[in-house]
């Protein structure tokens, strides 16, 4: 792991669920079934979820479980299950979880296209995609992608720009996402994705 990576971990920053509790406060409402974290980082956000989603079994993914905390995380009710895999191919049937999370970790992902495919694929229909990133049209994303690969966090980190976001959710075949920002400029933006309920 890169020092940078290591000093980050350390911050209360990287231990916040902010970012999840902004997000999950503007969910619709989901169908029945589990919820996915890709890169899941130190735990904190599975943790999390899992607490504020006691009636549903949460499963965690990331790439590397370098920055894994489980003695430092306190779990809801049901224990959330950690998975090393990749999100371009999910090890997950078709249909089988309500909300899939992304936050802070589209933009280290590779194979972008495949990522929301796989998403699509594995989510029930009504289920919800929600992502939270820096927007790539903000003016310190260029910023966060310097410090990302000078750093040795992520060779491909890219802030994406909001319509390049759009596209990838169109051609994976979800509706228009809606987006949300704590402020009019903020850097972060989240997105709601929902796949729908019946062919149109
Ligand atoms: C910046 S961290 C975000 C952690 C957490 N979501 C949070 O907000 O605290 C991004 C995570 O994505 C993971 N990651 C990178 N590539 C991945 C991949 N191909 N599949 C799954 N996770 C990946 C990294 O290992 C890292 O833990």
Redesign the pocket.
């Known amino acids: 792991m890169s020092l940078v990576k290591k000093l980050f971990a350390k911050t209360p920053m990287?231990?916040?669920?902010r970012?999840?509790e902004f997000g999950l406060a503007r969910l619709p409402q989901l169908p029945t079934g589990g919820v996915l974290?890709?890169?899941?980082?130190?735990g904190?956000?599975a943790a999390f979820l899992s607490r504020a989603f006691p009636e549903r079994q949460v499963i965690a993914?990331?790439?590397?479980y370098?920055?894994f905390k489980p003695d430092r995380l306190e779990f809801g009710a049901h224990r959330p299950w950690f998975v090393q895999?990749?999100?371009?191919y999910l090890p997950f049937a078709d249909g089988v979880f309500a909300l899939a999370?992304?936050?802070?970790?589209f933009?280290?992902?590779?194979e972008p296209q495949r990522v929301f495919g796989e998403v699509f694929r594995v989510l029930k229909k009504g289920g919800v995609f929600l992502m939270?990133d820096v927007d790539g049209n903000h003016r310190i994303a260029p910023w966060f992608e310097r410090v990302e690969h000078w750093g040795g966090?992520?060779p491909i980190t890219r802030a994406y720009p909001p319509a390049e976001i759009e596209k990838l959710g169109a051609e994976a075949g979800f509706p228009p996402p809606r987006t949300f920002r704590r402020k009019p400029r903020g850097f972060m933006i989240w997105y709601i994705f929902q796949k729908q309920k019946s062919p149109l």
């Open positions: 990287a231990r916040s669920t970012a999840y974290e890709i890169g899941t980082g130190q904190y956000g993914i990331d790439i590397t370098g920055c895999a990749s999100a371009p999370t992304a936050i802070m970790t933009h280290c992902l590779p939270a966090i992520s």
